[in-house]
């Protein structure tokens, strides 16, 4: 019923950019708090930024901040993740995920609904 579909991922260099969007469908999402969460092989999938239903209020993790930045258009139903400064360590599949309510949590655990994720690859 509910669809994430992320896209925007590839292979970059590092010191280079990407923009990440996921696109919602099923539903309108624009009163609920959307996140995203990435994952390394062997490792668990981890917070890196959350946005409130509003738009009003963001979160980052801490190695992301500074780098990367969050936003979203309500009308399109979509939340974007714009990634500077990109790293070797980045590298992960980046997953969004949308949240029941509008605001904004940092945990796996808050989240209703996940996209499949987008694989990105930062090259030294």
């Known amino acids: 019923q509910v669809q994430l579909v992320e896209s925007g991922g590839g292979l970059v260099q590092a010191g280079g950019s990407l923009r990440l969007s996921c696109a919602a469908s099923g539903r309108t999402f624009s009163r609920y708090a959307m996140g995203w969460f990435r994952q390394a092989p062997g490792k668990e999938r981890e917070f890196v930024a959350a946005?409130?239903?509003?738009?009003?209020?963001?979160y980052y993790a801490e190695p992301v901040k500074g780098r990367f930045t969050i936003s979203r258009d309500s009308a399109k139903n979509t939340v974007y993740l714009q990634m500077k400064s990109l790293k070797p360590e980045d590298t992960a599949v980046y997953y969004c995920a949308v949240r029941g309510t509008l605001v904004a949590a940092t945990t796996t655990r808050g989240y209703d609904y996940w996209g499949q994720g987008t694989q990105v690859t930062v090259s030294s």
């Open positions: 946005i409130s239903g509003s738009g009003g209020s963001t």
